[in-house]
């Protein structure tokens, strides 16, 4: 799965239209992004890569890019 | 020697939550999204009146009503609970009473909730293998609606009560058995599954009874079960395959030889990723909580009466059993069914 693919994944955990995030979005800024799109965040880092991610980490993204880094996607 | 199941029933309370109820009380969760991450569409609630121990009478008596024993024939009581009666006496002891079990038979509860199952099995299995008891009365109740605050979609989109009853005796053919079994214990995860007040670390006052809104919406006081959902599954994804392969290796089978495995059921999305992290195929898999929820300590025994009624559990079966949950606390084991549970 390449990061395009993968941001649409995201895009479908946070009920958004397939190719609406690019990277640089807040966190904030989606009201979905709550516990239950974190435990989706979480299976699919696992699935993709085998990447266990600690929920403490991936509460302290503020953005989808550090999302996609927290889940090794991107550098 | 080994233990084996000879018959399960279970009880569910009448007073039904279902996922419409809750997309009507929280609007932001429609019930398709309920329905996608949890799988459940109908929870059954214990009334005030009613406790965990009417919950497994009414389990018990399903069991004796079906003939696979007599209350009389009953010489070991065993109640997995965590919202028992009262702190004292033991639930057990009261049902011992209630269901007419001879006074000669012992009886005790032990405080588990979703690895109680495995753990009441084990106990049953060094029970009769010591000879300290031959016919044993596993139970498991729940009333952990009693813990649930209205307003916190967190927890009560998952769980439900109910009550089953489990009857095991010493296997008489060399192949239907439990076991090995494995078990695992991490209290480091303790305050991510916890209700704070009530116990003897913090009584229940109206400080604890203070009600705090979190990030997410969702309200709660000290004295209502508070679960983290991501460190719960981050928990699951730690031990849950781990766990299957080394009851494997112990057992010196592969995946592949295990005809049916049945999981605590936790949720749905949770139970789709395992199954699928582990390649078990779907067929294989018993997914048992649409109806009733996550009933804590009963979701094993519920589902194994389900796989039955659905075909998937037949005798012979090699079954794997796997619970894992608040404590932390996990376990599992092998069945090798020799029984027609429905």
């Known amino acids: 799965m390449d990061r ?36 989706s965040f979480m299976a699919l880092a696992d699935s993709h890569n085998g990447t266990r991610l600690s929920p403490r980490e991936l509460g302290a993204c503020q953005t989808v890019s550090d999302l996609l880094r927290l889940a090794r996607v991107e550098p | 020697m080994h233990a084996a199941i000879r018959a399960i029933e279970y009880f569910v309370p009448g007073n039904l939550l279902t996922t419409g109820d809750l997309a009507a009380r929280f609007p932001d969760w429609s019930v398709a999204k309920i329905d996608a991450k949890t799988g459940i569409q109908c929870r059954h609630l214990a009334s005030p009146e009613q406790c965990a121990s009417d919950l497994a009478v009414a389990a018990a008596q399903k069991l004796f009503a079906s003939g696979a024993s007599r209350p009389e024939e009953i010489d ?34 032990f405080n588990l909730g979703c690895s109680g199952y495995i753990y009441g099995l ?57 076991g090995p079994f494995v078990y695992g214990t991490d209290g480091e995860g303790a305050p991510n599954l916890i209700v704070r007040a009530g116990g003897m670390r913090l009584r229940g006052s109206p400080d604890t009874a203070v009600e705090h809104l979190d990030e997410q919406g969702n309200l709660r006081s000290s004295d209502h079960l508070f679960m983290n959902g991501p460190e719960i599954f981050n928990f699951t994804l730690s031990v849950v395959p781990s766990t299957v392969q080394r009851l494997l290796e112990i057992s010196e089978i592969t995946l592949d030889q295990v005809d049916l495995f049945v999981f605590h059921q936790a949720n749905r999305y949770m139970l789709d990723h395992l199954r699928k992290r582990l390649a078990i195929p779907a067929e294989k898999f018993v997914m048992a909580m649409q109806d009733c929820g996550n009933t804590v300590s009963s979701t094993i025994p519920i589902a194994l009466k389900y796989a039955a009624a659905q075909g998937q559990l037949r005798p012979a079966s090699v079954v794997m059993l796997v619970g894992f ?11 090798r069914c020799d029984t027609a549970l429905d």
Do not use: N
């Open chain 1, 4 to 39: 395009d693919q993968f941001l649409k994944c995201v895009d479908e955990i946070l009920e958004l239209t397939p190719g609406t995030l690019q990277g640089s979005e807040q966190l904030d800024d989606y009201p979905l992004w709550d516990s239950t799109a974190m435990i």
């Open chain 2, 76 to 109: 070991y009581i065993l109640l997995c609970t965590q919202s028992p009666d009262y702190f004292l006496p033991t639930t057990a002891c009261l049902l011992q009473s209630r269901l007419g079990i001879p006074t000669t038979a012992g009886a005790l509860d």
């Open chain 2, 122 to 178: 084990g106990l049953a299995e060094a029970l009769i293998c010591s000879g300290q008891a031959s016919r044993i009365l596993l139970l498991t109740a729940e009333t952990y609606s009693k813990f649930l605050h209205p307003q916190d979609r967190s927890v009560r989109t998952i769980f439900g009560d109910a009550a089953a009853a489990t009857l095991l005796s010493a296997a008489d053919t060399g192949d239907a058995r439990l």
């Open chain 2, 325 to 335: 949950g608040v404590g932390y606390s996990w376990g599992a084991t092998l069945w």
